[in-house]
């Protein structure tokens, strides 16, 4: 089973709706990381978690929101959705589990978001 | 000026042939991460290094932090090593940051 899971890992909505994409990791990772990745373009960082109670702001996140319900739960929210945020976005977790450092992160398979 | 450059940005070889993809970056900083982006999309960690050489299998990963520049190598090339190879840099803030990446195809 995936260490990092996302759901859903397509959606299609329309300009204006609320969608949510939800992150879960069974890694015992207390950071968590949101990123979306555009063509030509390198990793965005969204938001990111240290723990449940420590939520920060990336480069990029006007227009969005997260909820970090649990350890293992990190969800990404888009208030009212619009064609430029059409990419793909990445759920990352990293810890000290297994003696590595909180430098490697570990990624969610993605998912792809649409907006018309 | 991006912060961290890769080249080339595409790079299509025939099966067995040396590669190397190539990163230059500005910033001072604390580690380098060479990462594999599938064609299905997902990401890989492959190499973390601060200083060197690191080798696993097929592929090396160099750096040479006076000349601010990193390099990935694969030997005997393989269809199967088509993805996009990513290059981060952890920057002095503890902070990731991407290069856009490496596109590579390696023909049969």
């Known amino acids: 089973d995936a260490d990092v899971t996302q759901t859903p890992r397509n959606r299609i909505t329309k300009t204006g709706k609320r969608i949510m994409l939800e992150c879960s990791q069974t890694?015992?990772?207390?950071?968590m990381y949101w990123y979306r990745q555009d063509p030509g373009l390198g990793l965005r960082l969204i938001y990111y978690?240290?723990?449940?109670?420590?939520?920060n702001k990336g480069e990029i996140s006007d227009g969005y929101s997260v909820s970090r319900q649990a350890q293992a739960k990190f969800s990404l929210s888009l208030e009212s959705a619009i064609p430029n945020q059409t990419a793909l976005y990445f759920c990352?977790?990293?810890?000290?589990?297994?003696?590595?450092?909180?430098?490697?992160?570990?990624f969610g398979p993605g998912t792809r978001l649409t907006v018309l | 000026k991006n912060e961290v450059e890769q080249s080339p940005q595409n790079l299509t070889a025939q099966e067995g042939e040396f590669i190397t993809i190539n990163c230059s970056y500005s910033?001072?900083?604390?580690?380098l991460h060479w990462l594999q982006q599938h064609p299905g999309g997902g990401i890989v960690s492959l190499f973390m290094?601060?200083?060197?050489?690191k080798k696993h299998g097929r592929l090396i990963a160099t750096i040479n932090i006076q000349e601010k520049h990193s390099s990935l190598h694969i030997t005997a090339s393989h269809p199967r090593d088509s993805a996009v190879y990513i290059c981060?840099?952890?920057?002095?803030?503890?902070?990731?940051?991407w290069g856009a990446g490496t596109k590579l195809i390696i023909k049969p």
């Open positions: 990352a977790t990293s810890g000290y589990s297994s003696g590595r450092s909180y430098n490697e992160q570990f």
């Open positions: 890694k015992g990772h207390d950071r």
């Open positions: 978690s240290f723990d449940v109670k420590d939520i």
């Open positions: 910033v001072g900083i604390s580690a």
């Open positions: 290094l601060s200083s060197g050489k």
């Open positions: 981060a840099v952890r920057d002095s803030n503890y902070q990731l940051i």
